[in-house]
């Protein structure tokens, strides 16, 4: 009886650190390389600080589909491009500060809506290839964009300031200066700590979606799309839309993306036309798994816990990579490689740990039984 | 039935958010300028110094234009109603005078030009468009009896940036065509061409626009001609 309590009690053990071995192998990889970076500790946060007000609201854009089975959500994108076409409007038409980030979110809004409606359409045609499907989907709507942004506008589509049409008269530039923008949700409400720049209304916007991911969750869709993702089928018996749903669970990962975009580049200040949005998708599912999500269960927590550890990484890699090989760039190539490795491992160990999962159950069931038939070791 | 009146009346919410959002955040500069200002022949000389405060924001101080000093401070803004404090300053930095004015910004105008002198002196037209739409026609010009024909084919660049190609009048042509200048001084470049596009001659002027003038016309063939009446204020 002692011998299987204690068998148990490795198990759960074990089962913690197969549940959260990204993060703890993260945790690692900070502890070694903060001391060999020699940063401050005042940068670091101050970086923290700035990235989970870049971040957050695309990594918590990815928790919708999780919720609804349909894994992480690449065609992000999609809501990251419509986003960067509200951006290209309020530009051209000069529009400053505060306006200009809400009437980029309202031009954006309805694109994004399209797109995401699109997206889903196409993953249910992909049931159990979401991820594949929607990652592909989003170099076919770049392509899209593509030509929107390169012949369309200026051409078909009336754009005519100077500072964003390329000379020949069409066309968008390939950085645009958002200097009418830059920062203007982030001060909004302009607040310090120890010299360290807090983006108030930017985290004030963060809480209020994570305060409707929780009330989406316990209300009739949010149940409807829990009980989608566990299993379709006997969502549908129930009485359960599940094809809706899903196009639901996209469109507003979608439209959460077109608003995370768009808080993201009015952090940074510019926006790289045709590439700003393609990292996007792969980054903030990448942080997230780093936080500890699997393409079957993500929280809130997962999400920032995944920017904090994702993120010094991103900071300290260059610097450590200086200190061990006496060139920035090793770490810089070591950085992009982890990013790409973070994924594929923790895809990886969902299957891995989906097993052990299994394996587990057995166990406890066969503890179970022993234990009611008086039966053990 | 009331869903749809729910989303119709949503959606009507949407697009007036929308419009009032550009109104309120739409940029406009404002070109301050300590210069002379003439108007009905009346002449206000500029201030050796002067600080200017548009919208409560950060004061900008403009000298008299002298040798590379425009005279001149370029502010932006936001919205429809705003608020000017001008303050007349001694070598002290003391204020000798101050006024305060508001004016309002049509939405469609991107830039305006706000003249000192004339706003202390309340002088008509101290605040005005700074973009000036120029109306160039290859028309016939007739003055004194006779008739200047219009070329077949003109080609007129606005301040070294703006080309207009205009051809004369029929055949579908109206001999007319416009470009949007900024600011008072201008040039104007005319090549009179041959239907192979090869120049037969050119000319260059030079003219000034007044401040409170929104549009303005050019005549070709009286400019080639040297005939006065040449420029002359748009009427629709």
Redesign the interface.
């Known amino acids: 009886m002692s011998t299987l309590k204690s068998k148990d009690n490795k198990g759960k053990v074990s089962r913690f650190f197969v549940n959260n071995a990204v993060p703890i192998l993260f945790i690692l990889f900070a502890v070694l390389a903060i001391p060999m970076a020699n940063l401050s500790i005042e940068y670091l946060i101050a970086e923290m600080i700035t990235r989970l007000a870049r971040y957050s609201f695309l990594v918590l854009a990815l928790l919708i589909p999780v919720i609804a089975g349909m894994g992480m959500n690449f065609g992000i994108v999609l809501g990251a491009m419509a986003g960067q076409i509200g951006l290209i409007f309020v530009m051209d038409?000069?529009?400053?500060?505060?306006?200009?980030f809400?009437?980029a979110i309202?031009?954006s809004m309805p694109l994004a809506v399209f797109l995401g409606w699109m997206a889903g359409i196409a993953l249910n045609h992909a049931r159990g290839r979401e991820m594949v499907t929607s990652y592909i989907l989003g170099f076919f709507i770049n392509g899209v964009y593509q030509l929107l942004v390169l012949y369309s506008m200026g051409a078909i589509i009336p754009i005519s300031n100077s500072k964003i049409v390329l000379p020949r008269g069409y066309g968008i530039r390939n950085a645009i200066d958002l200097v009418?923008l830059r920062k203007s949700v982030d001060r909004l409400i302009p607040f310090e700590i120890g010299g360290v720049e807090i983006p108030v209304m930017t985290f004030i916007l963060v809480a209020i979606l994570c305060v409707f991911i929780v009330w989406f969750r316990k209300t009739k869709l949010g149940q409807d799309m829990r009980a989608v993702g566990q299993n379709m089928e006997v969502a549908r018996n129930a009485g359960i839309p599940v094809e809706r749903t899903r196009i639901l669970a996209i469109v507003i990962s979608t439209v959460l993306a077109c608003i995370g975009q768009i808080i993201f580049l009015q952090n940074i200040g510019t926006m790289n036309t045709y590439n700003s949005h393609e990292q996007i998708g792969m980054f903030s599912i990448a942080a997230l798994l780093v936080g500890g999500a699997s393409v079957a269960k993500a929280s809130i927590k997962n999400a920032f816990v995944g920017i904090v550890l994702f993120h010094i990484m991103f900071v300290v890699a260059p610097r450590a990579g200086k200190t061990l090989m006496g060139e920035a760039q090793i770490g810089e190539y070591f950085r992009v490689f982890v990013s790409y490795a973070i994924i594929a491992i923790a895809l990886a160990l969902h299957a891995w740990r989906k097993n052990k999962e299994a394996e587990f159950a057995r166990r406890s069931l066969r503890i179970d039984t022993e234990e009611a038939t008086g039966t053990s070791e | 039935m009331k869903s749809w009146i729910i989303k119709s009346v949503l959606i009507i919410g949407i697009i007036v958010l929308a419009v009032f959002l550009y109104v309120i955040g739409k940029e406009h500069i404002v070109f301050v300028e300590n210069n002379t200002f003439t108007i009905d022949g009346k002449i206000y000389e500029p201030y050796d110094l002067v600080r200017v405060t548009l919208d409560g924001g950060e004061p900008d101080e403009i000298k008299k234009p002298r040798g590379r000093s425009l005279g001149r401070a370029k502010v932006s803004t936001t919205g429809l109603n705003h608020k000017v404090l001008v303050e007349i300053l001694d070598d002290d930095d003391n204020v000798i005078e101050s006024k305060e004015a508001k004016f309002k910004v049509k939405n469609t105008v991107e830039e305006l030009l706000l003249n000192i002198p004339a706003l202390m002196h309340d002088a008509k037209g101290w605040v005005a468009n700074n973009q000036k739409t120029i109306y160039v026609e290859n028309k016939p010009f007739t003055t004194d009896g006779k008739t200047y024909e219009a070329y077949e084919f003109v080609r007129v660049i606005l301040d070294r940036s703006k080309s207009l190609e205009i051809r004369k009048p029929g055949d579908g042509h109206t001999g007319m065509d416009k470009g949007v200048v900024t600011d008072l001084r201008h040039t104007l470049y005319i090549e009179i061409m041959d239907n192979e596009e090869k120049v037969l001659e050119s000319k260059e002027v030079s003219y000034t626009v007044k401040h409170a003038q929104d549009a303005l016309l050019i005549n070709v063939p009286a400019v080639m001609n040297d005939v006065d009446g040449w420029l002359s204020e748009y009427e629709k």
């Open positions: 038409w000069n529009v400053m500060g505060v306006p200009a809400f009437l309202i031009i009418n």
